[in-house]
């Protein structure tokens, strides 16, 4: 098996860009996504409160998922470590081994 550590690396970018990319938008989107009652009446009130809390949930997913993108990316840039040092052992190994 082959694996490319500045892959993993590359690729752990991607996702903390994704990441960044993300939450730029919801922080820019955020103010617009609550809304105000268009009257004084139950159905307005109700209407409000359930967009609002649909808001709610929608920020709770998306923080969410900038958690899991940026946990993603530290868990392959760990890996990309993990597998530059074996090659680095591995290849002190071999050079010291008598031919």
Known sequence: M????QALVAAALELESAATRLRGIVSTAQPTLRVLPAGSEEVSGSAANYFNTISGSLASSTDRAIEE????AAALRKNAA???LEDQLTKSSLAAAPI
């Open 82 to 84: 993990a597998y530059e």
């Open 2 to 5: 082959h694996v490319d550590p």
């Open 69 to 72: 993108l940026t946990a993603a």
